[in-house]
């Protein structure tokens, strides 16, 4: 038996997949879950890179204990967050998290230098305050000695990679969330990095899902009992989920639903138009350079948040000690409320307030819309909102690339949302086809299956999933 090892690590929690093929189809087992997110660090949101490494070692040391060996394993992760190493391949500084406000007014240092038209049309990425490209320029601005220093930038995916081998490898799809890449060339913007005063020392070849890293350390072949193949997938999480719609129609809407919602569609050309930068989409790099034109909504963020505030005791009417307040419970019971209220689920204010509680309905207060005073109203509220987006979203990729959309592939967690799946197919009139719900592991294991040979395409992986998991119809 031929096993794969899918580590899949999100913005709150980690995961690892073993996955065999039995009878043409893909099946797994989730052999290990740990706990993630961002801790202060005098006065920073940082990542803990030395807790998360031991989690992942804890749970390859997992297959040992099952006699399950794999024969590749590879590690995805969210994009634009990096490490800087030395000469000696140590550290430097803190691993920040993209929520962390240093990047305030970065933006406008970037535009002294080009401008936000320009930088558009030369890489095809929106603009976020969190980009790769805004965190290095806080880097030049606020700790230039460890810019001076730095002889490696490894994203935090390739980091991983690189402790488990020895070999460094800048993965592409991961790279080009940073805002930092050509998007005729598919490869980094030289000309860009210069100007921006970053040392190129620091941006090297680029390499594809599927190729391989190297194997394991004899160090860490010691500590998790067994050797095995290290094999790049679409080390961004959004890549690996969308590797793993279940659609092999050309024209296929998509949204992988998790803490962010990407909503977009496949181009085999980057969209750097003015249309395009003005409604905020963009153009991430995908599986064989295939562009994953998209927006970035909120997502499930608000209501994992609110989620998070009631578990913990936030004092709110309606809210009663011992309640299940599940994400399932919030599904069923928010579809059982009367309140119309929305906010824009964009609003920055949202990406990461004190209470998200009082946020939403200080937002709604602001509008003068009635304000949810229980917690079935507030997932009410939060669910309308996004399906609002999605709605809005979905009109702004029709008139963006003239391409009409019959049906919206839902994959990743939020894909069992039952209620968000509901309203997303009444909001935009189209057929929701919802699944797989472990659509980022699944990408995976499959860009290390096609590898292997599993496989001859993604075309062919594609019609496996949909054949393995199936999808829920709205």
């Avoid at 394993?73 to 391949?89: F, K, R």
């Avoid at 050309?250 to 181009?267: A, F, K, P, V």
């Amino acid at each position: 038996m031929k096993y794969y090892l899918a580590v899949d690590i999100g913005a709150s929690s980690g995961r690892h997949l073993l996955a065999h093929m039995e009878d043409g189809k893909i099946v797994y087992e989730e052999i290990y879950r740990f706990a993630n997110g961002m801790n202060k660090v005098n006065g920073h949101l940082c990542w803990d890179t030395e807790t998360l490494f031991t989690e992942i070692k804890n749970g390859m040391k997992k297959c040992a204990e099952m006699s399950k060996l794999p024969v590749s394993m590879g590690i995805d992760t969210w994009g634009v967050d990096y490490v800087l190493l030395d000469e000696n391949d140590r550290v430097l500084g803190p691993t920040y998290g993209y929520r962390d406000s240093r990047t305030e007014g970065m933006d406008e240092k970037v535009y002294e230098i080009v401008s936000e038209e320009e930088l558009y049309q030369r890489t095809g990425i929106q603009k976020a305050i969190f980009n790769t490209i805004y965190q290095l320029m806080a880097v030049k601005e606020q700790e230039p000695e460890n810019l001076e220093k730095a002889q490696s930038l490894l994203m935090i995916p390739d980091y991983f990679h690189f402790l488990l081998t020895g070999v460094k490898k800048q993965e592409y799809t991961n790279a080009s969330t940073g805002q930092l890449l050509n998007a005729k060339t598919n490869d980094w913007d030289y000309e860009l990095i210069e100007k921006l005063g970053f040392p190129k020392r620091l941006f090297g070849e680029l390499s594809m899902p599927g190729t391989l890293v190297g194997e394991l350390s004899e160090n860490i072949q010691k500590e998790v009992g067994f050797n095995c193949k290290v094999v790049l997938p679409a080390t961004h999480d959004t890549g690996s989920a969308v590797m793993s719609v279940p659609c092999t129609d050309e024209n296929c809407l998509y949204i992988s639903s998790g803490t962010w919602s990407l909503m977009g569609c496949e181009l085999a050309e980057a969209n750097c138009s003015a249309e395009a930068r003005k409604a905020n989409f963009t153009n991430e790099g995908g599986y064989q350079h295939r562009y994953r034109f998209l927006k970035n909504i909120m997502g499930l963020w608000m209501i994992q948040s609110v989620k998070k505030e009631l578990e913990e005791g936030y004092d709110y009417p309606g809210r009663t000690d011992g309640e299940d307040y599940s994400f399932a419970n919030l599904c069923e019971r928010a579809a059982k409320e009367n309140i119309t209220s929305v906010v824009d689920a964009n609003d920055g204010r949202f990406l990461a307030p004190e209470s998200m509680i009082a946020e939403v309905q200080a937002a709604c207060r602001e509008k003068g819309s009635a304000v949810p005073q229980t917690p079935w109203e507030l997932a009410k509220v939060i669910y309308s909102s996004l399906a609002l987006c999605y709605k809005q979203a979905t009109e702004e990729i029709e008139s963006i690339t003239g391409k009409h959309f019959e049906s919206i592939n839902i994959v990743g967690g939020g894909s069992n949302a039952v209620y968000l799946n509901e309203l997303t197919a009444r909001e935009t009139g189209r057929v929701v086809n919802a699944g797989p719900g472990e659509a980022t592991a699944i990408g995976n294991l499959g860009a290390q299956m096609i590898a292997d040979g599993v496989f001859t395409d993604l075309t062919e992986f594609r019609k496996t999933v949909f054949d393995s998991f199936g999808v829920k119809r709205y």
